[in-house]
């Protein structure tokens, strides 16, 4: 499967944004996704996911509250709803997935999954 990352861009903090991140190759719901960012001089971080199924979501503690995870199963779209933006989301948002499933509690970290898409930047200014 092939993914691409969408949405970023330039917000004021405490605005909100829609990534968006879109298969092609493969049904999607089938397919646990992830989202992960990396910061300039920092290592690439768990932002959250979501199972194949449905149902489980895991999020970062930095992002918890704010953020959310959504299918569009007709599109073959998951997308990253974030709200309330802080300066320190600034990142490289990037999407990923994989066949696995983990369960309720699991934080999967970057390699658990096989598929990556490239990254779209996300600019909060304060």
């Known amino acids: 499967v092939q993914l691409q990352a969408s949405g970023g861009g330039l917000v004021q903090a405490g605005g909100s944004l829609r990534l968006s991140c879109a298969a092609s190759?493969?049904?999607?719901?089938?397919?646990?996704v992830g989202w992960f960012r990396q910061s300039p001089g920092k290592e690439r971080e768990f932002v959250g996911a979501?199972?194949?199924?449905?149902?489980?979501?895991a999020f970062a503690d930095s992002v918890k509250g704010r953020f959310t995870i959504s299918r569009g199963y007709a599109k073959n779209t998951v997308d990253l709803l974030m709200n309330t933006l802080k300066p320190e989301d600034t990142a490289v948002y990037y999407c990923?997935?994989?066949?696995?499933?983990?369960?309720?509690?699991?934080?999967?970290?970057?390699?658990?999954?096989?598929?990556w898409g490239l990254g779209t930047l996300v600019t909060v200014s304060s």
């Open positions: 190759g493969g049904t999607f719901s089938l397919y646990t």
């Open positions: 979501t199972v194949s199924s449905g149902g489980i979501t």
């Open positions: 990923a997935a994989t066949r696995r499933r983990f369960s309720s509690g699991y934080f999967p970290n970057q390699d658990y999954f096989e598929y």
